[in-house]
């Protein structure tokens, strides 16, 4: 391992005057970083531990929004009786993420800022619209989830700021939203594909809304506009499926790695956004009825 300045703050304020040292690199839950570490792969002049930091572990209802601290972890996020009602897609997408060890130290900031293109619970934030509140020795500001998001492993967070906490607006009406991943094995795998989908029903049965995320299948998660364009206002159906087809060829641009080929992965994002969409539609009719 390399030699680094270890901080730990406790406080909000004690966090910006650590991260103020140049070079410094937050640790949160870890199980990025210390496999990085190990391999001597990472290498920094200071490490601060943002686990003291109690004040950035919550998940709120704060009336016109839902907000989650960024050091919320994937176990705490799954457990939540709020979000199993207000998105029940970041629900799934955290109980998906490796073992309980691991949900119970990864959190949803870490999970943010790593960026990968694979990442579970970024679809399930995006499709809700997510913003991120950053915060700094400068000051703050909000900046949207996919503004965020700008290539592998790149953010648009600037030297000496750190996610302090996620917000998103709940859906209302006869909605649904759900979450499904394909990995090589059935627990602990890193994404080949995932989606979310967010659906509301009109009183005609018809889609009225539609949000799709994919990832494993772009430089980033991506919102998929063509796809939701392609199936706002008909029938949620299963002829829907040749509209998804189209849509996906035009807006996914996936590649071929050690965990698949280009090829399985366009095919997989078509299956599962129809299998989420399929979910989510059922949810918005129990919601109706």
């Given at each position: 391992?390399?030699?680094?300045?270890?901080?730990?703050?406790?406080?909000?304020?004690?966090?910006?005057?650590?991260?103020?040292?140049?070079?410094?690199?937050?640790?949160?839950?870890?199980?990025?970083?210390?496999?990085?570490?190990?391999?001597?792969?990472?290498?920094?002049?200071?490490?601060?531990?943002?686990?003291?930091?109690?004040?950035?572990?919550?998940?709120?209802?704060?009336?016109?929004?839902?907000?989650?601290?960024?050091?919320?972890?994937?176990?705490e996020a799954a457990d939540s009786p709020l979000l199993q009602n207000i998105n029940p897609a970041l629900v799934t997408a955290a109980e998906s993420i490796g073992c309980q060890q691991t949900r119970c130290r990864g959190t949803l900031g870490g999970n943010i800022a790593n960026a990968s293109p694979a990442a579970d619970t970024l679809p399930a934030l995006l499709i809700f619209d997510a913003t991120l509140l950053l915060q700094s020795l400068e000051g703050?500001?909000?900046?949207?989830?996919?503004?965020?998001?700008?290539?592998?492993?790149?953010?648009?967070?600037?030297?000496?700021?750190?996610?302090?906490?996620?917000?998103?607006?709940?859906?209302?009406?006869?909605?649904?939203?759900?979450?499904?991943?394909?990995?090589?094995?059935?627990?602990?795998?890193?994404?080949?594909?995932?989606?979310?989908?967010?659906?509301?029903?009109?009183?005609?049965?018809?889609?009225?809304?539609?949000?799709?995320?994919?990832?494993?299948?772009?430089?980033?998660?991506?919102?998929?506009?063509?796809?939701?364009?392609?199936?706002?206002?008909?029938?949620?159906?299963?002829?829907?499926?040749?509209?998804?087809?189209?849509?996906?060829?035009?807006?996914?641009?996936?590649?071929?790695?050690?965990?698949?080929?280009?090829?399985?992965?366009?095919?997989?994002?078509?299956?599962?956004?129809?299998?989420?969409?399929?979910?989510?539609?059922?949810?918005?009719?129990?919601?109706?009825?």
């Amino acid at each position: 391992m390399q030699e680094f300045n270890y901080h730990r703050p406790i406080t909000i304020t004690e966090l910006k005057e650590c991260l103020s040292i140049p070079g410094a690199r937050i640790l949160a839950g870890g199980t990025d970083i210390v496999p990085r570490m190990r391999q001597g792969k990472f290498s920094v002049p200071a490490l601060v531990d943002t686990s003291g930091v109690k004040a950035m572990r919550f998940i709120e209802d704060q009336g016109s929004e839902i907000v989650l601290g960024a050091l919320t972890t994937h176990q705490e996020a799954a457990d939540s009786p709020l979000l199993q009602n207000i998105n029940p897609a970041l629900v799934t997408a955290a109980e998906s993420i490796g073992c309980q060890q691991t949900r119970c130290r990864g959190t949803l900031g870490g999970n943010i800022a790593n960026a990968s293109p694979a990442a579970d619970t970024l679809p399930a934030l995006l499709i809700f619209d997510a913003t991120l509140l950053l915060q700094s020795l400068e000051g703050e500001r909000r900046i949207p989830l996919e503004e965020f998001l700008l290539g592998p492993g790149q953010t648009d967070l600037l030297e000496g700021e750190f996610i302090h906490s996620i917000s998103f607006k709940p859906m209302i009406g006869s909605w649904g939203a759900a979450f499904i991943k394909i990995g090589k094995r059935s627990g602990m795998a890193i994404s080949v594909a995932n989606t979310a989908v967010a659906v509301e029903l009109n009183d005609k049965g018809k889609i009225s809304d539609i949000r799709i995320a994919l990832g494993s299948v772009a430089p980033t998660v991506i919102r998929c506009r063509k796809i939701e364009q392609a199936l706002l206002g008909k029938e949620p159906e299963p002829a829907l499926m040749k509209e998804i087809h189209k849509a996906c060829q035009e807006e996914i641009s996936p590649i071929t790695d050690i965990r698949s080929s280009a090829e399985y992965r366009n095919h997989a994002a078509e299956v599962i956004i129809h299998r989420a969409l399929e979910s989510a539609v059922e949810q918005a009719k129990e919601r109706g009825r």
